[in-house]
T-cell receptor, first 114, second 114 residues
Framework: KAGVTQTPRYLIKTRGQQVTLSCSPI?????VSWYQQTPGQGLQFLFE???????NKGNFPGRFSGRQFSNSRSEMNVSTLELGDSALYLC?????????????FGPGTRLTVT | AQTVTQSQPEMSVQEAETVTLSCTYD???????LFWYKQPPSRQMILVIR??????QNATENRFSVNFQKAAKSFSLKISDSQLGDTAMYFC???????????FGTGTSLTVIP
């Protein structure tokens, strides 16, 4: 079974631009979560989608948004990029929502904002 | 607020030796799950071990075991017979039994020295 895939793997953008990242979960998984990883901050939760609905959202500004499609693929969008948005963005998928289900992580998208 | 603290940013261990990574957490809840995740240099995060707070017995997965001290809110990871492939960033994580959001520590970078 194929793992979680994320595209693109690397991205360079300039301040003020917007960006869209994509995550394809493991086949059959219906939950997708997004995290921002920066040195010294660890992983910070952005949001989680389950069956096309956002279940939970972390403490990030409204510039960060996401959505999930009927095939469970998810996209994350960041508008008006700032230098501080430079990070590794990880998505994780699981069979269902909730603690009973193990999260499987993708390789991440490395976003650099200049 | 829920927080996870990993006080050791970097650690090293000789191959075949044993190393312990520390993690403390803060919560007012009684039912939750604790995890250790491993992120090798290739960036794919994988689950190492999981502990349910209601279980008194410490979880074990082959060379990996935890020391769960619920009263002290401590959750350390012991790696026995360290191997070169154990070189990675290790993250401690926490989620409530009925929660929607994982809380991660800032990570410990472990290097196994041949």
């Amino acid at each position: 079974k194929a793992g979680v895939t994320q595209t693109p793997r690397y991205l360079i953008k300039t301040r003020g631009q917007q960006v869209t990242l994509s995550c394809s979960p493991i086949s059959g998984h219906r939950s997708v979560s997004w995290y921002q990883q920066t040195p010294g901050q660890g992983l910070q939760f952005l949001f989680e989608y389950f069956s096309e609905t956002q279940r939970n959202k972390g403490n990030f500004p409204g510039r960060f948004s996401g959505r999930q499609f009927s095939n469970s693929r998810s996209e994350m969008n960041v508008s008006t990029l700032e230098l501080g948005d430079s990070a590794l963005y990880l998505c994780a998928s699981s069979l269902g929502a909730g603690t009973a289900y193990e999260q499987y992580f993708g390789p991440g998208t490395r976003l650099t904002v200049t | 607020a829920q927080t996870v603290t990993q006080s050791q940013p970097e650690m090293s261990v000789q191959e075949a030796e044993t190393v312990t990574l520390s993690c403390t957490y803060d919560t007012s809840e009684n039912n939750y799950y604790l995890f250790w995740y491993k992120q090798p240099p290739s960036r794919q995060m994988i689950l190492v071990i999981r502990q349910e707070a209601y279980k008194q017995q410490n979880a074990t997965e082959n060379r990996f075991s935890v020391n769960f001290q619920k009263a002290a809110k401590s959750f350390s990871l012991k790696i026995s017979d360290s191997q070169l492939g154990d070189t990675a960033m290790y993250f401690c994580a926490f989620i409530h039994l009925t929660g929607n959001q994982f809380y991660f520590g800032t990570g410990t970078s472990l290097t196994v020295i041949p």
